[in-house]
């Protein structure tokens, strides 16, 4: 195997996310296994906050993260991982806007994960409040999508 195979393939399973491959012939015998430690760093201090009282920066993100069990509002959340769609394709009008009323098993939006399409369809019945996720944008497993104001 020439140097710029071993390249190659080094960049494929880079890209194709696998933790380890082994591939042995006659002639080679390659092992590539992935680095997957997680390294914590800490940000430095700054002089104008006390270590344990919170920035003025992460006030709104809490703010934010607590507002929906603050007020009656629903935080739908992803099923699943994967890509998320407002509309069934880009010429085509979202599923649902800010102020339109849902009901139970209306269609909110599209997660596309591994090539599937899924409906994902609303449980409750209110109203669109706030929509989180910006289209065709990655979303993880249970994260917020839409804060619902139920009816």
């Known amino acids: 195997m020439k140097i710029k195979e071993i390249e190659g393939l080094i960049d494929f399973i880079a890209k194709s996310g696998l933790e380890e491959v082994n591939i042995e012939t006659e002639q080679v015998k390659l092992a590539v296994k992935r680095n997957t ?22 006030k709104p993100a809490e703010e934010a993260a607590n507002g929906p069990e603050e007020s009656n509002h629903i935080a739908f959340k992803s ?20 102020g339109d009323t849902i009901k139970p098993g209306q269609k909110l939006c599209i997660i596309e994960a591994m090539k599937l399409f899924n409906e994902i369809e609303a449980d409750v019945a209110g109203t669109i409040v706030k929509i989180l996720v ?10 917020p999508l839409f804060l619902v104001e139920p009816a």
């Open 79 to 98: 099923p699943m991982v994967g890509t998320f769609y407002r509309s069934s394709g880009p010429e085509v009008g979202a599923f649902v806007k800010v």
């Open 134 to 143: 910006e289209d065709a944008s990655p979303v993880e497993f249970d994260q």
């Open 37 to 58: 430690a997680v390294v914590h760093t800490m940000a430095p201090a700054t002089t104008g906050t006390p270590m344990g009282a919170p920035s003025q920066a992460t």
